[in-house]
């Protein structure tokens, strides 16, 4: 298939997975709850709000101490990214080497990610990346939670944006996968140190040791 445009996951992709101890992340939902007067939240309600948090188990969480969810969840979401901007200006999060591959595909590229866009914006205004035509991240509200992948939202409105339906995706998880085929594409997994061993329940078009691996496929 000839590829328009090909788009890419950040976290895992591009830019290095934040530390994977999960105590910087669960100190700032701490950080959250003690913006709104809670002092001492549950220990599980903070762990469920580091990742994967739908909005159902915010809703809960919120109404347990009276809290607001929009607020409360801006809140969250500035926090955590507030971590990661840190990590990007100590140099502790970075780019990963192969990045430099995308200098030579010669086509339309987008970042689509799941992450806070500030986060994005921070590091590719900070770090000395590929030039984008698209970078798509989460705007920090409850509505986004909704569209986070493995819904196409984010994937649809990028594509739009780029102008064509001919794209591959890039991404590092099943979700990944999954959002690319909810949305119509084709979807390439990326095997890093992270996710070497990991199965997966969907099959990609295509699976990638490397992001200079991208230019066999697109050959």
């Known amino acids: 298939m000839e590829y328009e445009a090909i788009l890419f996951d950040n ?20 950080d959250a709850f003690n913006e709104h007067g809670v002092t001492a939240p549950d220990p599980e309600h903070v762990a ?8 159902s188990r915010l809703t ?12 409360f969840w801006l809140s969250r979401d500035r926090a955590c990214s ?4 840190d990590a990007i200006a100590a140099g502790e999060k970075g780019l990963y080497p192969d990045v430099n591959a995308l200098n ?17 914006t921070f590091a590719y205004d900070r770090l000395d990346t590929p030039s984008f035509d698209v970078v ?6 409850v509505e986004s939670l909704r569209r986070k992948k493995p819904n196409p939202y984010y994937l649809e409105k990028t594509l739009h944006d780029i102008g064509t339906e001919a794209a591959l995706y890039v991404g590092d998880s099943e979700h ?34 490397s992001l200079y691996g991208l230019s066999a496929i697109l050959e």
């Not at 469920?48 to 909005?55: A, H, K």
């Open 136 to 141: 798509q991240g989460r705007p920090m509200t």
């Open 82 to 85: 507030q971590v990661q901007r």
């Open 48 to 55: 469920d709000l580091v990742y994967g948090v739908t909005v």
């Open 176 to 209: 990944d996968v999954i959002a690319a085929r909810n949305a119509g594409i084709d979807a390439a997994f990326l095997r890093r140190d992270h996710n070497d061993d990991v199965s997966l329940s969907v099959t990609p078009d295509h699976e990638l040791a």
């Open 104 to 120: 030579e595909l010669e086509r339309p590229t987008g970042v689509v990610s799941t992450n806070q866009h500030p986060t994005l």
């Open 11 to 30: 976290d895992g992709v591009l830019l290095e997975r934040t530390s994977s101890d999960r105590s910087v992340f669960e100190a700032a939902i701490r």
């Open 60 to 71: 809960t969480i919120c109404e347990t101490y009276g809290l607001e969810t929009d607020s």
